[in-house]
């Protein structure tokens, strides 16, 4: 497509319910990151695919979260058992992998834990 | 281990006045710097970048930024502020890990 598209752009759940935000990269771009942005602050690093390579899972803040990205392409961030402190805009980005290039954001995807 | 800081999260400049939004890194070998703006309710977009050469960069919607080496700053500035500049705005580095490191960000605001 013609840019990283995420859904669902807003999602609401209830406390210790799962829930899954999917990443569409643009095509082509063999590098994907997820961050986290709480109202409106600065962005929290949470994982990074590079191609094959084993993801860079070092920002995920516990076990209840995890990503995957299946065929080099579309990415799922999962997080179990959802808590409050989870509510945040989850943003994707993705860029074709080299330090020279920018990266390109979707729209993000705002949770809300009720 | 790499880093990027901004030390202000506020800016407040007149319509008209030129603006600077500061940034600092941190990091081992040669920096690959980006700024990035987020409009209210929108995603990050891409501003400008320094990879080698010039240290000044232009960028989108009239911003530039200056490289500096020795003060390891990466500072954006325009030269005539607008109103409809009033955003959030991010500095970034890449680490040497690859994965993109950003800066907690400067609210910038534009009073006419």
């Known amino acids: 497509g013609a840019g990283v598209s995420q859904s669902p752009s807003n999602k609401v759940t209830e406390k210790g319910k799962d829930v899954e935000l999917r990443c569409d990269p643009i095509?082509?771009?063999?590098?994907l990151y997820w961050y986290r942005q709480s109202l409106g602050q600065g962005l929290e690093f949470l994982i990074y695919f590079q191609g094959n390579s084993a993801p860079d899972k070092s920002g995920l803040p516990s076990d209840r979260f995890s990503a995957e990205r299946t065929g080099g392409s579309v990415s799922t961030l999962t997080i179990q058992r959802t808590q409050q402190e989870d509510s945040a805009v989850y943003l994707c980005a993705s860029s074709l992998g080299l330090v020279s290039t920018e990266a390109f954001f979707g729209q993000g995807t705002r949770l809300t834990v009720v | 281990a790499q880093s990027v800081a901004q030390p202000e999260d506020q800016v407040n400049v007149a319509e008209g006045n030129p603006l600077t939004v500061k940034c600092t890194y941190s990091?081992?070998?040669?920096?690959?710097l980006f700024w990035y703006v987020q409009y209210p309710n929108r995603g990050l977009q891409f501003l400008l970048k320094y990879i080698t050469g010039d240290n000044l960069v232009k960028g989108s919607y009239g911003f530039e930024a200056e490289f500096n080496k020795s003060q390891t700053s990466f500072h954006l500035k325009k030269p005539s502020a607008l109103v409809s500049d009033s955003a959030l705005y991010f500095c970034?580095?890449?680490?040497?890990?690859?994965?993109?490191?950003f800066g907690s960000g400067t609210r910038l605001s534009i009073r006419p």
């Open positions: 095509s082509g771009h063999t590098a």
């Open positions: 970034a580095v890449y680490s040497s890990a690859s994965k993109i490191i």
């Open positions: 990091v081992s070998g040669n920096p690959y």
